[in-house]
């Protein structure tokens, strides 16, 4: 009798050729394949396109360099687009998170009709970004919008805001939009996290203390902390490469004033015809990404996850 | 038995399949176009293909401020792509990069000649490139300055006939309680929010670039330096209303609440609708302000791609789809223009009596016809619509006050001028 049970798959299967450990990269060839040609691919055809001059309008495709990453850098529109972006981002990722909090926190209090405030909260989740842009236009609109009709009725304000085409309001007006279709998902993964503290600790918490603030400051943040690190990342990620909302609500203007980055690709590729500058500005979002999602995750306690 | 009658069934089904061998040869052109009344396209397509068996028509939408972006993708992919609509912006840089044919590659040049002869002049301009005919007109038309009667009539205003006029009448309108006297299209993702200035300063008698084509509307004598001065100057007396698209304009004009605006002349149609418009009847054309009245005219038209005209049968097939669209006896063209007040290329329809009674319910057609005729071709080139992109925001920065009219046109003029140079060598 040998002093443990043997493994489930002894015999031929692990004496085999075909073991896991021997070909590692063969058994995980199903999931690379469809990754390298869906990701890998497309990332590199549009590194080789950054490099090129790919302009409809001009015969050939030679080999150019980074000269398309220098006039993307110094041209008029690049460092508005950049700051624009930015902002966005700072805005409208934190202002997601802790409204998506407050919300969920809000939601997991039984009371009348909770179920369908519930559904109701989730409706942005299900509407395209085009359908939504649509939507917070005609909330925006000076005309007939229910936002002036509002502050008018609340004598608050006499004439009406041009909240798009103004360049100091349009990206307010495209903030709230954006945050507005983002803070269902912070809300269904915030109330996740709520759900898996244990209610006993809860329970003792409540007993303990009777500040509610003190004890999600003290009780509850800890535990769904590693959840809010996420949604921010996920957050400041989607922000700095939105595009649909922006586009359909303000078309990037009045002027620069709501120009991202993102619009920015396509612009020189498809109203410029340069697919090598917009490949170039694509790059370019994914390095200032990049180095987004390493400072947020440097700015956090290096044992966030540890205990996880 | 059940058997032996499965296979006389088959039998018959199979003689029956080599029987209708026409199916297997129809040609399916693929037709792209944007999105507007989709129904009435279908329905000309429909009337086409029972006029013409063997040939079917597929066709692909795209909405408006996204067409040019997904016809360039097509061309890129190569989806196949037969017949589409085109615009006089885009045309050179299309052409340019091959993607589009002359139609002489696919029609016989003295059917041409006999059409061309029918198309006003700036119709003929637009869809003309480096000589060669590129389309027939699916529309052509004017862009206009439209302002509302029973407003000016009761403020004691006259129609004004320059901008400094425009600027007197909304100073007084918005001095006796009206907000935004001046409603307009404020959206610089579209080509035609570049084209209304265009239209605006030719009005001035403007003209933006020199026989070499060198930008020359940086000079502030300029009749379009001037132009982008009087709307930033409007903004900043706060007598504009910015609306993202010419749809919620229509409705906005017809709550009373603004007395002008700039718009392609087919929605006087739509403003004075009295159907869906409370305030129908209550909107006229006037000649564009400014010295000369001209405008800027312009025309879509239907082209061929390079592809198709390769293709001897396609090419063929193409062409009488072109012909059914747009030939004579200008059936659809003037379907377009009774049903929904579509403007047009050609010029025997001015004349016809089913166009000028329906039309006579919306529009003068006196001042249409005095439009018309000073009407001017824009200046397109194959940087037209790379430049248009770069300088759209440009001026929308400079109506808002965001930068100075001066810098915005020098700016425009210089990036001209360097795509000239570079297009040019």
Redesign the interface.
Request: hydrophobic share 30%; no cysteine; aromatic share 18%.
């Given at each position: 009798m040998p002093a443990s049970p043997a493994p489930i798959c002894s015999g031929w299967i692990a004496n085999s050729m075909w073991t896991a450990n021997r070909y590692p990269g063969l058994w995980l060839l199903p999931a690379l394949l469809p990754v390298a040609l869906l990701t890998i691919y497309p990332v590199a055809s549009a590194l080789w396109t950054s490099l090129h001059q790919v302009m409809?309008?001009l015969p050939g495709e030679p080999f150019v360099g980074f000269q398309n990453y220098q006039r993307v850098l110094t041209s008029?529109?690049f460092t508005a687009a950049l700051v624009n972006s930015l902002l966005f981002t700072l805005v409208s990722a934190p202002s997601v998170v802790v409204l998506g909090v407050l919300i969920a926190l809000f939601l997991k209090r039984r009371f009348f009709g909770s179920q369908v405030v519930r559904s109701v909260v989730l409706l942005p989740w299900v509407l395209p970004g085009a359908i939504s842009a649509v939507l917070w236009?005609w909330v925006f609109?000076?005309?007939?919008g229910i936002l002036d009709w509002a502050l008018r009725g609340l004598h608050l304000i006499r004439?009406?805001i041009?909240w798009?085409?103004?360049?100091q309001l349009a990206p307010v007006a495209v903030i709230v939009a954006h945050v507005w279709t983002q803070i269902p998902f912070a809300v269904v993964l915030t109330m996740t996290a709520l759900a898996a503290i244990n209610a006993e600790t809860l329970e003792a918490a409540a007993i303990d203390c009777r500040s509610s603030f003190k004890r999600f400051r003290y009780v509850v943040l800890p535990e769904i902390r590693s959840m809010v690190v996420v949604l921010l990342v996920y957050n400041a990620l989607i922000a700095f490469t939105s595009y649909d909302l922006v586009?359909a609500m303000t078309?990037?203007?009045?002027?620069?004033?709501t120009?991202l980055l993102s619009f920015e690709i396509?612009?020189e590729s498809?109203?410029?015809?340069?697919f090598g500058a917009g490949s170039a500005v694509a790059f370019i979002v994914v390095a200032v990404s990049a180095a987004l999602i390493i400072a947020i995750t440097r700015a956090l306690p290096s044992d966030l996850f540890a205990s996880e | 038995m059940k058997i032996r009658n499965l296979l006389v069934a088959a039998a018959l089904a199979a003689a029956g399949a080599v029987a209708q061998p026409a199916a297997a040869d129809d040609i399916t052109l693929q037709f792209v176009v944007w999105n507007y009344s989709l129904d009435v396209v279908q329905d000309n397509v429909a009337k086409f293909e029972a006029a013409n068996p063997g040939i079917k028509v597929n066709v692909t939408d795209y909405t408006w401020p996204d067409y040019q972006d997904s016809l360039t993708l097509r061309f890129r992919a190569n989806t196949p792509t037969d017949v589409i609509y085109g615009g006089q912006d885009w045309l050179p840089a299309w052409a340019a990069a091959g993607y589009l044919a002359p139609l002489d590659k696919i029609a016989p040049e003295s059917e041409l000649d006999e059409l061309k002869k029918d198309i006003a002049g700036f119709a003929l301009s637009d869809m003309t490139f480096k000589g060669k005919l590129y389309g027939l007109p699916y529309y052509a038309d004017t862009i206009s300055f439209l302002y509302n009667k029973k407003i000016l009539a009761d403020a004691g205003i006259p129609v004004p006939q320059t901008w400094d006029d425009v600027m007197a009448a909304a100073e007084k309108l918005k001095a006796g309680g009206m907000q935004h006297p001046f409603i307009y299209e404020y959206n610089q993702t579209l080509p035609n929010f570049f084209d209304a200035f265009v239209a605006q300063a030719y009005g001035r008698g403007a003209t933006l670039f020199d026989a070499d084509q060198k930008a020359v509307f940086d000079d502030p004598s300029n009749g379009a330096y001037q132009q982008l001065q009087w709307l930033a100057d409007a903004w900043k007396k706060d007598l504009v209303e910015s609306s993202v698209h010419e749809s919620k304009i229509v409705p906005a004009m017809n709550t009373g609440k603004y007395a002008f605006s700039v718009l392609y002349n087919y929605n006087l149609a739509a403003l004075n609708d009295a159907g869906s418009q409370p305030l129908a009847g209550q909107f006229a054309l006037a000649p564009m302000p400014g010295k000369t009245h001209a405008t800027l005219g312009f025309s879509k038209f239907y082209a061929v791609t390079s592809k198709t005209a390769a293709d001897p049968a396609r090419a063929a097939a193409a062409w009488k789809f072109i012909d059914f669209m747009a030939g004579k006896p200008y059936t659809v063209a003037k379907r377009w223009a009774v049903e929904k007040g579509l403007g047009f290329g050609e010029l025997p329809l001015f004349s016809d009596p089913d166009v000028v009674n329906a039309w006579g319910k919306w529009i003068d057609m006196t001042t249409l016809k005095q439009q018309a005729a000073t009407a001017r071709a824009g200046t397109w080139t194959e940087w037209g619509s790379v430049w248009s992109a770069y300088f759209r925001p440009l001026l929308a920065k400079a109506m808002v006050g965001q930068e100075s009219v001066d810098q915005v046109m020098k700016d425009g003029a210089n990036r001209w001028n360097e795509l000239r140079a570079q297009f040019v060598k």
């Open positions: 409809l309008l008029d529109y236009m609109n000076p005309a007939f004439d009406p041009p798009l085409s103004s360049p586009y078309g990037g203007g009045p002027g620069t004033a120009t396509w612009n498809f109203s410029m015809y340069d | -």
